[in-house]
């Protein structure tokens, strides 16, 4: 598949599948809608000391540094796990700017290791923030009771729908705790459906720039429905 580093609305880059006209972060603007989607609606609402964080897509590695980012200035523990069946490759992480456009020199050993670090297994990036990246597809998800926060950030439905169903929601409803988050940048109906049938509690929310609506969804106490 044709792919290409373009730059988005906010100076920052992204790269672009031209076959699926599909990118891996919002052309509008590819930090504001981390901040926005990841990092305010989800990241930012829970109320945890001791956080652990599943990411549906580890990609770039965008919502990664800026999770690490954030959560530098806060009495927070942030163990990471990201889900990646396709890494970028080291050339087009070159293209990249995220870490000028964050300002923040400090990041740059950070982000190298992110990418550099071997899969399947935790690396610690600071005394209070660990990585795990694993190479695998979706659907091979197993775990139960393990994650507070879920970043849902995979290619788009309209692209990839298998990805988007009751199938997988129910994997992802089975892997977080009660009570926990997950916020995607997609506001699609089949897509909210899916979560309120496996039991989710589902809100929309304003979108970040360029989309009118997003979506964050809670497991309750109540159990599975699926």
Request: hydrophobic share 35%; proline share 4%.
């Amino acid at each position: 598949m044709k792919r290409k580093v373009i730059t988005t609305k906010d100076g920052s880059k992204t790269i672009h599948l031209e076959d699926w006209n599909e990118s891996y972060h919002s052309t509008h603007g590819a930090i504001q809608e981390a901040q926005h989607v990841y990092i305010r609606q989800g990241f930012k609402k829970s109320g945890l000391q001791n956080i652990n964080i599943l990411e549906f897509g580890f990609g770039t590695g965008l919502n990664a540094i800026i999770t690490f980012l954030e959560a530098k200035t806060l009495p927070k523990s942030i163990n990471y796990t990201a889900l990646e069946a396709y890494p970028v490759s080291k050339k087009e992480l070159e293209e990249l700017n995220y870490l000028e456009s964050l300002n923040d020199d400090s990041l740059n050993k950070v982000y190298k290791l992110m990418h550099d670090s071997p899969w399947e297994e935790f690396i610690s990036l600071s005394n209070k923030f660990t990585l795990k990246k694993l190479r695998m597809d979706f659907r091979e998800l197993a775990e139960v009771n393990q994650y507070d926060i879920v970043y849902y950030d995979a290619f788009g439905p309209r692209v990839q729908p298998e990805l988007w169903t009751r199938e997988i929601f129910t994997k992802v409803f089975l892997a977080m705790k009660e009570n926990g988050i997950l916020v995607t940048y997609s506001c699609k109906g089949s897509v909210r459906r899916a979560l309120l049938e496996c039991g989710f509690k589902v809100e929309k929310l304003p979108g970040p720039p360029g989309k009118r609506e997003m979506l964050r969804a809670y497991k309750p106490i109540t159990g599975l429905k699926c």
